[in-house]
């Protein structure tokens, strides 16, 4: 499958734990978004890399951080994890900066208990 | 402040007929506006952007900036449109998106 991928597809932790979410971008995509779907909030974006960097922040906690890697695969990290970090958390991919289409992974299901 | 509004969360229509989705924007600046739809067990994927002005499976949308308005339009509903509909705006060539709240469009036989 050369589109988005993500990894696990279902985690489930306890308040207070620390998790790590992986995207893989498409072959060829520089851009990495990171995005959280909850019921109250809807789809919000977090976080964007490009190339490496950190290229825009949104609505990111500060228990959460992400990084992108040299070979381009990105990972979020969220820790002290709390029940209202139970959401849906997708990662789409693009080829460069600026307003090309995103392409979207499966999403990333959380659940804290 | 940077704002999608889609003021309907369910819209159902019966096959053939008209279907208006309605997305209203709030920024100062020249956003950029699109509609991605997710239908059941796929994934979000890109519908259409105002920029290329094209018809995507038959829906359509405007920019309207008087009115501050991006509405998805299609003039004979189908049963395969049945799906979660969102409008998103991205600020300035950022590349980050913002969602609207979604709108699930069910179109009844």
């Known amino acids: 499958d050369s589109g988005v991928t993500q990894t696990p597809k279902h985690l489930i932790t306890a308040t207070g734990q620390r998790v790590t979410l992986r995207c893989s971008p498409r072959s060829g995509d520089l851009s990495v978004y990171w995005y959280q779907q909850s019921l109250d909030q809807g789809l919000q974006f977090l976080i964007q890399?490009?190339?490496?960097?950190?290229?825009a922040k949104g609505n990111i906690l500060e228990r959460f951080s992400a990084q992108q890697f040299p070979d381009l695969h990105s990972e979020l990290n969220l820790s002290s994890l709390e029940l209202g970090d139970s959401a849906l958390y997708f990662c789409a991919s693009s080829v460069g900066l600026g307003n090309y289409e995103q392409y979207f992974g499966p999403g990333t299901r959380l659940t804290v208990t | 402040a940077q704002r999608v509004t889609q003021p309907e969360k369910l819209l159902s229509v019966f096959k053939g007929a008209p279907v208006e989705l309605k997305c209203n924007y709030s920024?100062?600046?020249?956003?950029?506006l699109f509609w991605y739809v997710q239908y059941s067990r796929q994934r979000l994927q890109l519908l259409l952007r105002h920029i290329s002005r094209e018809s995507i499976k038959g829906f359509t949308a405007d920019l309207n900036k008087g009115e501050t308005s991006f509405h998805l339009k299609k003039p004979f509903a189908q049963e395969e449109d049945s799906a979660m509909y969102y409008c998103a705006l991205s600020p300035s060539n950022t590349g980050k998106l913002i969602f609207g709240q979604g709108t699930t469009l069910q179109v009844k036989p």
């Open positions: 920024y100062s600046g020249s956003p950029e």
């Open positions: 890399y490009y190339n490496g960097e950190e290229r």
